[in-house]
């Protein structure tokens, strides 16, 4: 029996229409700047060891992990087929709706990693997912979740829109132990846009991460 964390306004949203509808034309954007985006490959290297395989949930054209990394394989998933089908890393890749279907396509103990970034806050069964990916990671696997203060606000259930960010690390981390993670680590970070934004001293998007070791 899962152990549920949310109430039902917790999971409810602004906007109720299909999750498929708002993803259905490709955004051919960096939802993160390049501050945050070199953090997160640097993050990657020291967390993934090369050929291993890597499941990158809730992907778009882009997978964010540094091109001196050799894996075995990378699986996608996502909303949208054309940005999915762009996306370089990816040797195979799924669409799915996981708030409607939560259950992974996926064999029990089958990756090593799996990565959600810019993501986690648009779930509004997180507790599943967290229950499935602890049956796909294999024992010692990781999985990172990484995230700024930005989100698509319609689109993300109460329990992230009204939530800070030190809120966001403690919501995730909650939701993995109450399905049996072991306490996640954290990380906190600021960043810089450019080398510009550093020299007049002003910040990047904030860098935030939960690693999860399985
Ligand atoms: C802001 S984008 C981030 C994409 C990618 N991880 C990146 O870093 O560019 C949010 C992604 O979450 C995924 N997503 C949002 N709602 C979803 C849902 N209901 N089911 C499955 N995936 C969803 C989509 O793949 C969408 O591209």
Redesign the pocket.
């Known amino acids: 029996m899962i152990q549920k964390l949310l109430t039902e306004y917790q999971r409810s949203k602004q906007d109720n229409s299909d999750?498929s509808l708002f993803?259905a034309q490709p955004k051919y954007v960096h939802?993160?700047d390049a501050g945050f985006r070199l953090r997160l490959k640097k993050l990657y290297l020291a967390n993934l060891s090369s050929n291993s395989i890597v499941l990158d949930l809730?992907?778009?054209w882009?997978s964010?992990l540094p091109e001196s990394l050799v894996l075995k394989r990378v699986i996608g998933h996502?909303?949208?087929r054309s940005?999915l089908e762009s996306n370089k890393r990816l040797d195979s890749f799924w669409i799915?709706?996981?708030?409607r279907n939560q259950k992974l396509p996926l064999e029990d103990d089958s990756v090593d990693y799996c990565l959600i970034?810019?993501?986690w806050q648009?779930l509004q069964q997180p507790e599943e997912i967290a229950m499935e990916l602890k049956r796909v990671i294999r024992p010692n696997g990781k999985l990172i979740v990484s995230f700024s203060n930005r989100a698509?606000w319609t689109?993300t259930p109460r329990i992230w829109a009204d939530g800070s960010d030190s809120d966001h690390l403690n919501y995730i981390s909650s939701v993995l132990i109450s399905q049996g993670w072991t306490k996640p680590e954290c990380v906190a970070e600021k960043t810089y846009g450019n080398d510009f934004l550093k020299l007049i001293g002003s910040n990047g998007d904030p860098f935030f991460s939960v690693i999860a070791t399985n």
């Open positions: 999750d993803y939802h993160l809730m992907s778009s882009v964010h996502g909303l949208n940005e799915q709706d996981l708030n970034v810019a993501a648009y698509f689109k």
